[in-house]
């Protein structure tokens, strides 16, 4: 008797999609209307950055599991003449469309919908039923049978690899800061930028010209002064504890014929938005000059009015340009303590 029989495939031991057939309709609908109202009321808090990534990767595992339970519920309704990969495409073209009304639902909790979401939806819908495809013998003919299973299961894994790729850079990320400290930034990988954000304008590394290097190869990070009202970059998460170290020191270059007026922001995790509630100061680049601040780490524990900054939880480090006119960029070299 062949092992793909299908009249086996609830008794047998091996396992198969047949043998979710008999999950009760009601349970798979409340389970498919549980997760979209998660996906439209849940949300993270945006930092630390890796929940906002975890989040992200919410969107795939739920539609997964959602395209799952409406493959069950057109099986339990297929009839003997239907082809299984009908069932299969309209188990995605729901889940699609269950991918879509959330973000519209979204709009009523004052989060904006993202097309790139419903995106990220669809992959693991696609990714949940290739893995289910590999076991449906349906999907299975006993000519190529084991080709055919492979082949599911490798796209499935090829699938899920992609969707926990932004994991896997987030993860690489943390231990590229850890790695790195007490040197808060440098632009020698694109690791190093992955928790900077440029106001209006997209990252970017470039080589330093050899009047402003100081060694062969040296990169840094181009900050173009295009946004308002403060244009400029932001170090989103810094290593928080900065205790045992005494100077903050900033290296940046004004590649342009005109001074540069920056402004440098440190705040801590208790940070209330104020501008007494943070350390702030002006920093002055001469013409087409490279030039170092040190800044004494005690100047910035002092600062917030009432209150020391919490050295052991910084949150957040920003340069940024103030006032009309001026210079259109200028180069972040590098962040360390000393």
Known sequence: MTTDDPARA????????????????????ALILGLALL????????????????QK????????????SALILLRQRASATRSAWIDYALAFVIAVLIGGATEIGQIFTHRDPALKD?????????????????FDIRCRPPRFALALRAFYAVAALALAAVILTPLAWSLAGYTNRGQRFPV????????????????????????????????????????PLIGR???????????????????????????????????????????????????????????????IFEIPLSAIESAPRGRQLDLAHVAGVMLFHVGPGGPREFWLDRLELR
């Open 184 to 223: 808060l930034f440098v632009a020698e990988n694109r690791l190093d930028v992955f928790f900077v954000s440029l106001q209006g304008a997209p990252v970017e590394r470039i080589l330093l010209p050899a009047g402003y290097a100081r060694r062969s190869g040296e990169m840094t990070l181009r900050v």
């Open 39 to 54: 996906v439209v009321f849940a949300e993270l808090p945006g930092r630390p950055l890796i929940l906002h990534t975890l």
């Open 10 to 29: 609830i008794t047998s031991p091996r396992i198969d999609l047949a043998r979710l057939v008999g999950i009760r309709p009601r349970l798979l609908l």
């Open 57 to 68: 990767l919410a969107h795939p595992s739920v539609f997964g599991v959602i395209a799952t």
């Open 118 to 134: 419903v995106g990220l939806d669809a992959r693991g819908a696609s990714c949940a039923l290739a893995l289910a495809a590999a």
């Open 229 to 291: 009202p403060y244009p400029g970059v932001s170090l989103d998460e810094p290593s928080p504890d900065w205790r045992g170290y005494r100077t903050l020191v900033v290296d940046v270059t004004n590649p342009s014929r005109l001074d540069l007026d920056l402004v440098i922001r440190v705040h801590d995790r208790q940070h209330a938005g104020g501008f007494d509630d943070r350390f702030n100061s002006d920093l002055k680049v001469p013409a087409r000059q490279r030039q």
